[in-house]
């Protein structure tokens, strides 16, 4: 029996005449008989799957329950719904026995008309359809792609296209013909529409029609009044949230057709760049200048958000072409600058400007319930775009947009900044492209706020659950850079230990770790390692000079002059300068360590003033700033170079002369940055082995003051004793 003939003999449509059928034929079973004369497959079985089908028919009718989402799982209604498969599991043919019966419940929903109803049989169809695709294929067939009057019911499709069941592109296209061609459907792709489009919660969007509207459109006067009537709503709806806004003469659902049109053609296979550059020409004479442009990249970019969100808690079809949506918006402004060469970098800025500005909005707007994934489609495929460029320029534009969007500013997209600026397609053209001067400071840039924003949350005595996600993928994006590009981190390192916390102690390891790929590293464990041996300790690290910004033009004159005449005076100024209202501050610390021991790292080490200045600093400092200075120190503990044989001798030459508490000091410094998990310095672990070997160290009281303490030390003693 065809499907349609069972709503002949069920009258349900009125007694329509039938005219016969070309294609496509749906033929659910050869010799089924109807509904009303039951099924020669099985007669018990049947009468049972009619019997249960009735009555759940009048559980619904009677239920007074208005939609599925009030259904208690143990109701009468789902009791005969999950009751049903089971009796067809169980009868003697039941690929046959689904056949007919599935055919029974289209005809039960076609003759609903109650919202509970079409809802209840919708959702009971599709779990039908799980126990046999081709019976869905042959069911969806007849009811999209047949040409029986009888299909076009508004609420049954819309009910449908809400469960994810219609194919929306090839619906669309068929609507479209049916509404041009007669006998012309006007009427009933209005109602359609008007199910769908206009309700406060909608069940598709504009561009899943974007054909049928068009051919409404092209229907002008001819169009019957209701059919005006949804046209100017669906116009006022396109215009509403930009009522006060200039829209420089452009009409909103026109810009909407626009990229709906844009969309189809980026999903059909025979589209070509002819095609996709005539488009994009017309994009740009429709928005005229760049006022005109910026609108229309705003009005794309919330479409496509409000479509993302929308959808976000539907089935991955609604997803994926909310993914589509968003693919080829940024393909279309990326045509839109190749058409215009002239103004291509303009563009891009425009169009990564307005993504800011509405996820600004937004991130103001919902705050804890803020959804950064829809962002990251956009700017990954804008980015994704214009990357097929190769400019220096587009990259210097992106790397604006990812600065101006950084965590600290919205920490609600941190998440999505930090796998943006890691994708293994911006970095590595930034730090291995021609022009490496900007490009590298565009990285350091970049990952400078990053350990901005994680340092605040890492000194936080109890972690979260997403801050180790967020510190755990920081690591590995670190990790990364010290494999791949470790002359940069090398370079950079002193920009980044002054925002990392001394608490994050394998964070600073890892930064600390780098070293150009060009120099053998000598085995730390060398018994008699004479670092002033190596030719290596004779030269000045490559090391970026920005790191002195945090030090005053007159304080750095105030230490060139120390160097040079060491006036007793200078001590108390360096005290003072590295203090605000009673507390240290560990940046102009550091940067102070480092300016006054580079300048006088070859002099020898007991009348260095760099010494000198240590030495008064931590006599003068309470322990908190003794601990500060000490590891501003053991930073430059890094691989063979000037800087870390003077701090090597500068520390050891400090526990050997200064007070028990400070050698204990020296001591926890190096040592805590040893007990963490790999990587750890080369001039770290070669100045931990030297200070260990030095006479008397084991007979300090610090060592034994605890057993835990105790079994540290020799744990820590074995192993280098076992390495060397």
């Known amino acids: 029996m065809r499907l349609y003939d069972m709503f002949d003999q069920n009258s349900a449509f009125n007694g329509q005449q039938q005219q016969p059928q070309q294609q496509p034929t749906v033929r659910f079973t050869e010799n089924a008989s109807s509904f009303m004369n039951g099924s020669p497959l099985g007669l018990h079985t049947d009468m049972n799957l009619e019997q249960i089908l009735l009555e759940l028919d009048r559980l619904i009718r009677t239920s007074g329950i208005t939609t599925c989402a009030l259904l208690p799982p143990n109701h009468d209604i789902c009791l005969r719904m999950r009751q049903i498969p089971l009796i067809i599991s169980r009868s003697d043919r039941p690929m046959q026995t689904l056949l007919t019966f599935v055919e029974k419940v289209v005809y039960m929903l076609y003759k609903s008309n109650t919202a509970f109803a079409f809802e209840a049989y919708t959702g009971f169809l599709q779990s039908l359809f799980e126990l046999s695709r081709d019976v869905e294929k042959e069911t969806m067939t007849w009811i999209v792609y047949s040409n029986d009057e009888r299909k076009y019911n508004a609420p049954v499709i819309a009910m449908l296209m809400r469960h994810e069941m219609i194919p929306m592109e090839d619906y669309d296209v068929l609507l479209a013909k049916d509404v041009k061609n007669p006998p012309h459907k006007a009427q009933y792709a209005a109602d359609l529409l008007s199910i769908c489009l206009l309700p406060s919660t909608p069940v598709t969007f504009l561009e899943d029609h974007a054909l049928t509207i068009a051919a409404l459109l092209e229907l002008g006067k001819e169009a019957p009044s209701s059919v005006q009537a949804l046209l100017d709503d669906i116009r006022r709806r396109a215009e509403a949230p930009y009522e006060t806004i200039e829209k420089h003469g452009m009409d909103c659902l026109s810009l909407r057709m626009l990229l709906a049109e844009w969309t189809r053609l980026c999903q059909h296979s025979m589209t070509n760049q002819r095609i996709y550059r005539h488009f994009a020409k017309k994009v740009l004479a429709t928005t005229q200048d760049k006022n005109g442009q910026s609108f229309f990249f705003r009005l794309c970019t919330e479409t496509c958000v409000d479509q993302f969100l929308s959808l976000r808690s539907f089935s991955s079809s609604f997803q994926n072409r909310t993914m589509q949506l968003i693919d080829a918006y940024a393909k279309l402004v990326a045509y839109m600058a190749l058409v215009d060469e002239h103004d291509a970098i303009s563009i891009a800025g425009r169009a990564f400007s307005v993504v800011i500005l509405v996820l600004a909005h937004h991130h103001e707007q919902r705050g804890m319930n803020f959804n950064q994934k829809a962002f990251l489609r956009i700017l990954s495929s804008l980015?994704?775009?214009?990357?097929?460029?190769k400019s220096i320029q587009v990259l210097k534009v992106y790397s604006d947009a990812l600065y101006a969007l950084r965590p600290t500013t919205f920490p609600g997209f941190a998440f999505s900044w930090l796998q943006?600026?890691?994708?293994?397609?911006?970095?590595?053209?930034?730090?291995?492209?021609?022009?490496?001067?900007?490009?590298?400071?565009?990285?350091?840039?970049?990952?400078?706020?990053?350990?901005?924003?994680?340092?605040?949350?890492?000194?936080?005595?109890?972690?979260?659950?997403?801050?180790?996600?967020?510190?755990?993928?920081?690591?590995?994006?670190?990790?990364?850079?010290?494999?791949?590009?470790?002359?940069?981190?090398?370079?950079?390192?002193?920009?980044?230990?002054?925002?990392?916390?001394?608490?994050?102690?394998?964070?600073?390891?890892?930064?600390?770790?780098?070293?150009?790929?060009?120099?053998?590293?000598?085995?730390?464990?060398?018994?008699?390692?004479?670092?002033?041996?190596?030719?290596?300790?004779?030269?000045?690290?490559?090391?970026?000079?920005?790191?002195?910004?945090?030090?005053?033009?007159?304080?750095?004159?105030?230490?060139?002059?120390?160097?040079?005449?060491?006036?007793?005076?200078?001590?108390?100024?360096?005290?003072?300068?590295?203090?605000?209202?009673?507390?240290?501050?560990?940046?102009?610390?550091?940067?102070?360590?480092?300016?006054?021991?580079?300048?006088?790292?070859?002099?020898?080490?007991?009348?260095?003033?760099?010494?000198?200045?240590?030495?008064?600093?931590?006599?003068?400092?309470?322990?908190?700033?003794?601990?500060?200075?000490?590891?501003?120190?053991?930073?430059?503990?890094?691989?063979?170079?000037?800087?870390?044989?003077?701090?090597?001798?500068?520390?050891?030459?400090?526990?050997?002369?200064?007070?028990?508490?400070?050698?204990?000091?020296?001591?926890?410094?190096?040592?805590?940055?040893?007990?963490?998990?790999?990587?750890?310095?080369?001039?770290?672990?070669?100045?931990?082995?030297?200070?260990?070997?030095?006479?008397?160290?084991?007979?300090?009281?610090?060592?034994?003051?605890?057993?835990?303490?105790?079994?540290?030390?020799?744990?820590?003693?074995?192993?280098?004793?076992?390495?060397?």
């Open 383 to 389: 980015y994704s775009e214009f990357n097929k460029i």
């Open 420 to 724: 943006l600026i890691s994708h293994r397609t911006f970095m590595p053209q930034l730090l291995a492209g021609n022009d490496r001067q900007k490009g590298w400071m565009i990285c350091q840039r970049l990952l400078l706020e990053l350990l901005r924003f994680l340092g605040p949350l890492l000194d936080r005595r109890v972690l979260q659950k997403a801050t180790r996600q967020f510190y755990r993928g920081t690591l590995r994006f670190l990790v990364v850079l010290l494999h791949d590009f470790p002359e940069f981190l090398s370079e950079h390192y002193m920009t980044f230990v002054q925002v990392v916390p001394h608490s994050c102690i394998q964070l600073r390891n890892l930064i600390l770790s780098a070293f150009p790929r060009v120099m053998y590293l000598p085995d730390p464990f060398t018994p008699d390692l004479r670092m002033d041996e190596l030719p290596e300790f004779k030269q000045d690290p490559a090391l970026v000079a920005n790191y002195t910004e945090v030090l005053s033009d007159e304080f750095r004159g105030a230490i060139d002059d120390y160097v040079q005449l060491q006036h007793e005076s200078f001590h108390t100024m360096a005290l003072q300068y590295v203090m605000d209202d009673g507390v240290y501050r560990p940046d102009v610390l550091g940067a102070f360590v480092l300016y006054v021991g580079a300048k006088t790292a070859d002099a020898s080490i007991k009348g260095s003033p760099a010494i000198v200045a240590y030495k008064r600093l931590l006599t003068d400092m309470s322990p908190e700033g003794r601990y500060i200075l000490l590891n501003a120190c053991a930073d430059h503990l890094r691989y063979p170079n000037n800087h870390t044989q003077f701090f090597s001798r500068a520390l050891l030459h400090l526990f050997a002369t200064q007070p028990e508490p400070i050698k204990e000091q020296i001591t926890r410094v190096l040592l805590e940055r040893l007990i963490v998990n790999r990587p750890h310095p080369w001039g770290l672990l070669a100045t931990f082995i030297r200070l260990i070997k030095s006479p008397g160290f084991w007979d300090h009281d610090f060592i034994r003051c605890a057993p835990d303490i105790e079994r540290l030390f020799d744990n820590v003693s074995r192993y280098i004793k076992s390495t060397t």
